[in-house]
């Protein structure tokens, strides 16, 4: 089992950045695809970011490209989701997740496939 404490979430106006911090307990965290997902007001939970086991494959969701980057650090258990040019619409509680048994260079990009979730940090961008 993993535990994910997401941290790092804020105000911030438009064309700002933060950068999302997710802390996983454990020692096999490089088992784990990691996934970054976000629920805006009102909205369903949608893919932002995904980064393989060995950290050289990355997925985006199209809106993020470009401005999003996802990053691990497997010695500190962690993932980042440094979050560059951003927008209102950018406006979510912003999750991580974890999947084991994917190859080394592989992720997904699909919540339904994610075993573990953290308990979300609020981004708000104000215009």
């Known amino acids: 089992q993993v535990q994910l404490v997401e941290s790092g979430g804020g105000l911030v106006q438009a064309g700002g950045s933060l950068r999302l911090s997710c802390a996983a307990s454990?020692?096999?965290?490089?088992?784990?695809?990691m996934g970054w997902f976000r629920r805006p007001p009102g909205k369903e939970r949608e893919f932002v970011a995904a980064?393989?086991?060995?950290?050289?494959?990355?997925n985006f969701a199209d809106s993020v490209k470009d401005r999003f980057t996802i990053s691990r650090d497997n010695a500190r258990n962690t993932v980042y989701l440094q979050m560059n040019n951003l927008k209102p619409e950018d406006t979510a509680v912003y999750y991580c997740a974890a999947v084991s048994g994917l190859s080394r260079d592989s992720c997904t990009v699909y919540a339904g496939d994610y075993n573990y979730w953290g308990q979300g940090t609020q981004v708000t961008v104000s215009s």
């Open positions: 454990g020692r096999t965290f490089s088992l784990y695809c």
């Open positions: 980064i393989s086991r060995s950290g050289l494959s990355t």
